[in-house]
């Protein structure tokens, strides 16, 4: 028996596959999953924090200590070795290398 125009009209047509919609739920899955092999333990995170933290304080002391140095007040080196060894580059390098390390966390 021959269907009538009616009856084909309403039949729901076959929806085409979304292909960039799977291709994006596969990256972000796929993303996930190395983000959860990367994932650091807590001990870890924590030992990195306070490595890092350290870096910037000593960073601090060592700035501190120069320019008190240079004000006169006091002198734990002489001050050749101390522009040469502990100055102001020192100072920053290891503030800078504790706020990298603190990033990374």
Request: hydrophobic share 40%; aromatic share 4%; no cysteine.
């Amino acid at each position: 028996m021959p269907e009538s125009r009616a009856r084909r009209k309403r039949k729901p047509q076959a929806k085409r596959r979304d292909k960039r919609g799977v291709t994006r739920a596969r990256e972000t899955q796929a993303a996930q999953k190395q983000a959860e092999v990367r994932q650091i333990s807590p001990e870890a995170y924590r030992r990195r924090r306070v490595f890092g933290w350290s870096l910037v304080v000593l960073g601090v002391v060592v700035g501190v200590q120069h320019l008190v140095s240079h004000m006169g007040l006091f002198t734990l080196i002489s001050r050749g070795t101390d522009d040469l060894a502990a100055g102001y580059p020192l100072a920053a390098l290891l503030a800078i290398g504790g706020a990298i390390v603190l990033s990374k966390a």
